[in-house]
């Protein structure tokens, strides 16, 4: 048996005006869903969990079988688990993101997606000025980094992503040690301003890197391993530094595509073919896709629609395809939670999943994969993680 999971980080959403009360995801044209969804297993599943942050480290832990209530550090040790960066026991690591910040509001908390080359630059530079024997910097993807600090697990820190367009001066670090991370947040505004790389981006009308915000803080990750719990080997195919840490600490291989950038311009074919590709060697892929959630954090509806369809026809598709080559196989396509266009953050409701199984070839629902119709089937997993147990052995 091969079995493959399609998250598509973010996708789903709520009724939207503009379509005439449709979610992104009823009104895009994905014709590959609904042909699967007919003959899949499909429901409601919700990912994320009260008292634990809105976001995607919980929404992936969640899918990928594992109780937050058991493993959850935080989401930055998820990060730095990919970057090959080894905790000890009294260290806590920061997601450390390159914002755009505009007369003290969060304008941007993606720096208009810089590039790895650019933010490369930039996170080498402050590590230098900023950087100590209890402070490190570590270079990440884009806009994604993280920094490494003696304590300081009970800070509160608050995402960017959920305060763009608001003024940052009440959502700076609260708790113990939260002066620390205040003041670095504070000298690097500094440090960044005048640098080449923002000379050049503003030069060329790009928002700046202007300064770093520190949050999503933990310490080290150690999840069961699918092979142990399930005798399967597996891999992640991913973008993004949080959902290939979680499957390392899993034993998952981590498959690198050429030209996967965790936004709307990834290489979404090339997903797919590298999944098939590691499929043929393993029995279980993750295969991640942000290009939604991107889209919703930027209240883009066209945009989230482009990347549901980019989905369904380039990646799906492909997929549908060739597991045909596999004598049995399993495909689970859901999100990790929903990220409306018009809230433009993470929120807690229910996301719909299918589950298509090669030995169960019939009709089980009628219409396209929606959140509607998802829900009619009266299937709901309150606790996202037990999901993948009936994925893997239902």
């Given amino acids: 048996m091969k079995y493959i999971i399609l998250l598509a980080d973010g996708m789903a959403d709520r009724p939207v005006d503009e379509l005439q009360g449709k979610t992104p995801l009823e009104a895009a044209a994905t014709p590959n869903m609904d042909a699967l969804f007919q003959k899949s297993t499909a429901g409601m599943v919700t990912p994320l969990v009260d008292g634990f942050p809105l976001g995607s ?56 997606h810089i590039s790895t080359r650019e933010s490369k630059k930039l996170i080498k530079m402050i590590d230098k000025k900023l950087g100590s024997e209890s402070v490190k910097f570590y270079p990440g993807k884009s806009y994604r980094h993280i920094m490494v600090m003696k304590g300081g697990e009970n800070i509160k820190a608050t995402p960017p992503h959920d305060i763009t367009g608001k003024q940052i001066a009440e959502y700076m670090p609260k708790g113990p040690k939260s002066e620390l991370l205040t003041q670095l947040m ?34 080290k990750l150690d999840l069961p391993k699918l092979k142990d719990k399930y005798k399967l080997n597996g891999a992640v195919i991913s973008a993004v530094d949080l959902v290939n840490g979680i499957g390392i600490s899993m034993g998952l291989e981590v498959i690198n595509v050429p030209g996967a950038t965790g936004y709307i311009d990834t290489n979404f074919r090339g997903k797919a073919e ?73 929120t807690a409701d229910p996301v719909a ?42």
């Fill in 57 to 112: 480290d919980i929404g992936n832990m969640s899918i990928l079988g594992n109780d937050p209530h058991d493993h959850y550090t935080g989401r930055a040790p998820m990060e730095a688990s990919n970057l090959g960066i080894k905790l000890s026991d009294s260290d806590v690591a920061f997601r450390c993101n390159l914002v755009t910040i505009k007369s003290g509001v969060m304008a941007d908390y993606s720096s208009g």
């Fill in 186 to 219: 504070e000298d690097s505004r500094t440090l960044l301003d005048g640098h080449e790389v923002n000379t050049q981006r503003r030069a060329e009308g790009k928002n700046p890197a202007n300064m770093i915000w520190l949050w999503g803080q933990g310490k």
């Fill in 274 to 346: 590298y999944a098939l590709k590691t499929l043929k060697k393993k029995d279980f892929v993750y295969l991640h896709v942000e290009a939604t959630d991107e889209m919703g954090h930027n209240g883009d509806l066209k945009g989230k629609m482009d990347a549901i369809e980019k989905i369904d026809g380039e990646v799906l598709g492909p997929v549908m395809e060739g597991m045909k080559n596999f004598k049995e196989y399993k495909i689970l396509l859901t999100s990790d939670h929903a990220t409306p266009v018009k809230e433009r953050t993470h």
């Fill in 353 to 394: 999943f299918m589950i298509y199984d090669s030995r169960k070839d019939k009709e089980n629902n009628s219409g396209g994969f929606s959140e509607k119709n998802a829900s009619k089937t009266g299937i709901f997993y309150k606790k996202g993680w037990e999901l993948f147990d009936f994925f893997i052995k239902g």
